[in-house]
């Protein structure tokens, strides 16, 4: 007979087994009656002789098979019964268990999508990211095709190597009408064979073998599945299509795979055209330059590749003829291609606010076996009976575990939703992340990946061990005959259990306060943010982001023609102070333009990498920042006449590092803005005409920058700065006396007067942007917010379980107490020195995980000491304060305790 036939015919035998115990007692209780004894004496004496009858069932059926299972569904049973009788109680520890099984699955379940889940590509731990670089190795630069080749010629260590370069400026695909926004990528035939990926359906790019470039038509495309969806409506007809990119036409070859992205993960829909070589990439040119990645052979160790990589790149770098170029290249920059895009403040951050997550589930862990703790305490006569009746200790625990595992698995079907509910909100918050931070968190969805549902089934039978266990052990090992008896329940077991539950409570008490300090001190952080002088004002600023779709620009003079025909028509406005036009706001993360400066050394000036921005005179009317030396533009600058530049003071000090008198920077030559590439002319070279006090630019925690600001109608269409400078982003900031929200639809008017490309301009105020910019702290705090208050109020809840047992337990005492003279403020005193013992043991303990934790969010604060006196005091005196609180109910109950009452319910 099979197992299962066995398991089902279980019942059948069990039936037997009564019937033949039944007619082996009615058998015996026949004969002594036979021998003269009367029914119940003849009953009761058959009944002695036989012995237990249950424990005969139990050992009988232990023979059967399956006993175990059988038992197992017993429990279950009696356990669903009993969280039917106690429906608050089993409330009170589902949701507690939810809360911690919730917020830990978030946590992970954001994690997982962003940090864990490896890149969709073949063996991505093989791939790497290489570019020629310094000796210090911190600044890669991009790539010449000779040099790519001669990687590919002397290299051993690589399977290939592929390039390619993302498309400057902003990509429109126009289908049916309607233009889209997508991210083009130029790559060389040979990358989607290198990543080990093909499109699902179509044909991919094919490569020459020498070049890797492709042979034939450049104008053909590969979409990702995000495109193929949204924009061509999951129509599989479309390889082959011809459609329009940037007024030019492609032809479809074929989709990618769902989730495949490169270079980045990104909300808008990719593109990839192949890289068609000309005739500067066969030579070093700055106008032809390649971003590359390799494939590191099986065996080979990233470290042994980079070394050839080193060896090669120097034999490179004598080779070269130009001493210019070969200056600063002659070093290798290698990192895991994984790396790219990553942000390392955000991901310490999601880190931080797992193992918060982490310990909010331990702390509800233990708030839960404190509320079994009680449980098992109030059952102790139910469970000294099933021991008296023959249930051995480990059947006892079996069935105490199987109620905390059926409560467990609730509350995990509860914390589910409540998981779901927290990603929404943690997308919520990230939508409220600067555009840059966006792209490692697109797409995340809540959802049980593998790993998640291993994580889920891991804590639902982790928090059914933890909150169970101790309580099924301590009632399973008690004493029959004390619990029996009555007034048991004054017993030493029930005192352990309440040095237990005492225990438990300060470790609440600690994890809550070490949670509490890290949010105080992540709001503290904000709190400082906020005030601190950003060198600009920020009230009453709209900001209008204008996405410019570069290729249509290209072809005039966008200053003459769109950009300064806006800003007059804007000025004019009714409710506008001001207006200014400028590549970027300060904090805006929108875009921005870093170019290398060299100075002339005989002259003491200095190599700098600054921020280059073009920006109208208004705009210091409009932000309010001040000069410290000369002046800002003003009417008298034009298209004809010198070209001028404004610089900030960090410019100044690293431009000409030997120079103290700002004044002397004042007349400095800089580059030329009207040159076209290769192009040189000294007598077009701008000249600084002012000093800007140091703003903000990138976060307030950073100091500034250097930055050089030039005039946009002073950038000559086909210079080398137009097409990266004004035909990529322009901001349009107003100063208004009008409410943001009443000026939006005029001002979206005019720019759509201006070029219809303009009518979906986001807009934003100036306040929102500087929130915004607090990043990754804002993205903390606010978790933490939520992370920390739901432990205070299980630390509170635990508290007060604990103090309304313990009076309950000790109503006789208080009688006694009161009948000898006692006063009710003695017997509140009493329940709050309780109290505080157990709040001050937790507060004393907490402020060493405090200080632990405090240095782990120290790389968030700004402004404050990761172990600041003030915040912990502060979270200290909050703790006290509610503490007292759950201590006072229990505290005023126990001094309305009736003696007399009290005394005869004894």
Same mark, same amino acid.
């Given at each position: 007979m099979s197992s299962w036939r066995r398991f089902f015919s279980s019942e059948a035998k069990r039936s037997e087994l009564d019937e033949e115990i039944a007619a082996h007692l009615a058998m015996a209780e026949a004969d002594n009656r036979a021998a003269g004894a009367d029914a119940a004496t003849a009953h009761h004496k058959a009944t002695a002789e036989f012995g237990n009858a249950a424990l005969v069932k139990d050992v009988t059926s232990s023979s059967w098979g399956w006993q175990r299972l059988e038992s197992f569904a017993q429990d279950a049973r009696y356990a669903i019964r009993q969280m039917r009788k106690g429906p608050g109680f089993a409330c009170a520890v589902i949701g507690t268990l939810a809360l911690g099984i919730g917020a830990a699955t978030a946590m992970f379940t954001v994690v997982d999508r962003t940090m864990l889940r490896p890149l969709p590509y073949k063996h991505p731990s093989r791939l790497v990211t290489i570019s020629p670089a310094g000796k210090d190795q911190r600044l890669g630069f991009q790539t010449s095709f000779p040099?790519?080749? +001669? %990687?590919?010629?002397?290299?051993?260590?690589? /399977?290939?190597?592929?390039?390619?370069?993302?498309? !400057?400026?902003?990509?429109?695909?126009?289908?049916?009408g309607t233009a889209t926004q997508v991210a083009l990528t130029q790559v060389s035939g040979n990358l989607f064979g290198l990543l080990g990926v093909t499109p699902q359906f179509g044909s991919g790019l094919r490569a020459r073998p020498d070049t890797l470039a492709v042979a034939g038509d450049d104008h053909t495309v590969v979409i990702n599945d995000l495109a193929w969806r949204e924009i061509f409506h999951s129509d599989r007809g479309i390889v082959g299509r011809t459609v329009q990119i940037n007024d030019e036409p492609y032809r479809i070859l074929g989709v990618m795979p769902k989730g495949f992205y490169f270079p980045y993960n990104s909300i808008t829909p990719q593109l990839w055209s192949p890289i068609q070589l000309g005739a500067d990439d066969a030579k070093r040119s700055y106008a032809s330059q390649y971003q590359v990645m390799g494939r590191v052979k099986a065996g080979i160790t990233i470290a042994q590749?980079? +070394? /050839?990589?080193?060896?090669?790149?120097?034999?490179?770098?004598?080779?070269? &003829?130009?001493?210019?170029?070969?200056?600063?290249?002659?070093?290798?920059?290698? #990192?895991?291609?994984?790396?790219?895009?990553?942000?390392?403040?955000?991901?310490?951050?999601?880190?931080?606010?797992?193992?918060?997550?982490?310990?909010?589930?331990?702390?509800?862990?233990?708030?839960?076996?404190?509320?079994l703790l009680v449980k *098992?305490?109030?059952?102790?006569?139910?469970?000294? @009976?099933?021991?008296?009746?023959g249930a051995s200790r480990w059947r006892l625990t079996q069935q105490l575990v199987i109620e905390g595992l059926l409560l467990s698995m609730s509350a995990a079907l509860l914390g589910i939703a409540l998981a779901l509910s927290a990603i929404t909100l943690f997308n919520h918050l990230l939508s409220h992340l600067p555009t840059a931070g966006l792209a490692p968190f697109a797409g995340i969805v809540a959802g049980l990946s593998p790993r998640v549902l291993l994580l889920l089934i891991a804590l639902t039978v982790i928090s059914a061990i933890l909150s169970s266990a101790w309580p099924a052990w301590m009632a399973a090992r008690s004493p029959i005959e004390a619990a029996l008896r009555q007034g048991g329940a004054q017993s030493g077991t029930a005192k352990g259990q309440n040095r237990l539950r005492g225990g438990l409570v300060i470790a609440e008490i600690a994890m809550s306060l070490a949670l509490l300090a890290c949010c105080g001190l992540l709001l503290r952080t904000i709190y400082a943010l906020r005030?601190?002088?950003?060198?600009?004002?920020? #009230?009453?600023?709209?900001?209008?982001?204008?996405?410019? $779709?570069?290729?249509?620009? &290209?072809?005039?003079?966008?200053?003459?023609?769109?950009?300064? $025909?806006?800003?007059?028509?804007?000025q004019h406005l009714p409710g506008v102070q001001s207006a200014g036009l400028v590549t970027e706001v300060p904090l805006g993360n929108t875009f921005n333009v870093m170019m290398y400066l060299e100075g002339d050394k005989a002259k003491g000036l200095g190599t700098t990498s600054s921020m280059f921005k073009a920006a109208t005179p208004d705009l210091q009317k409009v932000f309010g920042f001040s000069i410290l030396k000369g002046r800002y533009f003003n009417e008298h600058d034009t298209p004809s006449s010198e070209p001028v530049a404004v610089v900030n003071q960090a410019f100044a000090k690293a431009f000409a590092p030997h120079e103290?008198?700002?004044?002397?920077?004042?007349?400095?030559?800089?580059? !030329?803005?009207?040159?076209?590439?290769?192009?040189?002319?000294?007598?077009?070279?701008?000249?600084?005409?002012?000093?800007?006090? #140091?703003?903000?630019?990138?976060?307030?925690? =950073?100091?500034?920058?250097? /930055?050089?600001?030039v005039l946009p109608d002073q950038v000559k269409p086909g210079s080398s700065f137009y097409a990266i400078l004004e035909g990529v982003a322009m901001d349009l900031a107003v100063r208004t006396q009008r409410p943001p929200s009443e000026m939006i639809p005029q001002l979206r008017a005019i720019l759509k007067q201006a070029s219809p490309e303009l009518a979906d301009a986001k807009f934003s105020t100036m306040d929102q942007i500087v929130e915004d910019s607090f990043g990754s702290q804002q993205l903390a705090a606010k978790l933490l917010e939520v992370f920390a208050g739901s432990a205070l109020l299980l630390c509170v809840a635990g508290l007060y379980g604990l103090l309304a047992y313990v009076v309950s337990q000790r109503t006789r005492e208080m009688g006694v107490r009161f009948a000898l003279g006692a006063q009710k403020e003695d017997v509140v005193w009493l329940v709050m020195r309780q109290a505080g013992v157990l709040v001050i043991a937790g507060i004393v303990i907490g402020m060493g995980l405090a200080y632990g934790a405090g240095r782990? =969010?120290?790389?968030?604060?700004?402004?404050? !000491?990761?172990?600041?006196? %003030?915040?912990? *005091?502060?979270?200290?005196?909050?703790? @006290?304060?509610?503490?007292? =609180?759950? *201590? %006072?109910?229990?505290?005023?109950?126990?001094?309305?305790?009736?003696? =007399?009452?009290?005394?005869?319910?004894?």
């Open positions: 040099d790519i080749q +001669a %990687w590919r010629e002397q290299a051993k260590s690589f /399977e290939g190597f592929a390039f390619y370069r993302q498309v !400057s400026g902003r990509s429109f695909l126009n289908v049916d590749a980079n +070394a /050839e990589m080193q060896q090669i790149q120097m034999r490179i770098q004598k080779s070269i &003829a130009q001493p210019d170029w070969a200056k600063d290249i002659d070093h290798i920059k290698m #990192d895991p291609f994984a790396s790219i895009g990553a942000d390392k403040s955000t991901n310490h951050a999601l880190l931080a606010l797992l193992g918060a997550s982490g310990l909010l589930w331990l702390i509800a862990c233990l708030n839960a076996t404190n509320l *098992a305490s109030v059952r102790a006569r139910e469970i000294a @009976m099933r021991g008296a009746l005030h601190t002088p950003l060198g600009f004002r920020t #009230d009453h600023i709209l900001v209008a982001n204008m996405e410019i $779709p570069t290729y249509r620009f &290209a072809k005039i003079n966008a200053a003459q023609e769109i950009y300064m $025909p806006l800003l007059e028509r804007a103290q008198d700002l004044n002397k920077v004042i007349g400095l030559k800089l580059m !030329s803005i009207s040159n076209k590439p290769g192009e040189k002319n000294e007598n077009t070279k701008t000249t600084i005409i002012g000093i800007l006090d #140091d703003m903000h630019q990138w976060k307030i925690g =950073v100091q500034a920058s250097p /930055e050089i600001q782990l =969010v120290q790389s968030f604060l700004f402004g404050i !000491s990761a172990h600041d006196g %003030w915040t912990l *005091a502060a979270v200290a005196i909050l703790l @006290m304060i509610c503490g007292g =609180v759950a *201590a %006072w109910l229990p505290a005023r109950r126990a001094a309305g305790v009736n003696p =007399v009452e009290a005394l005869r319910a004894e």
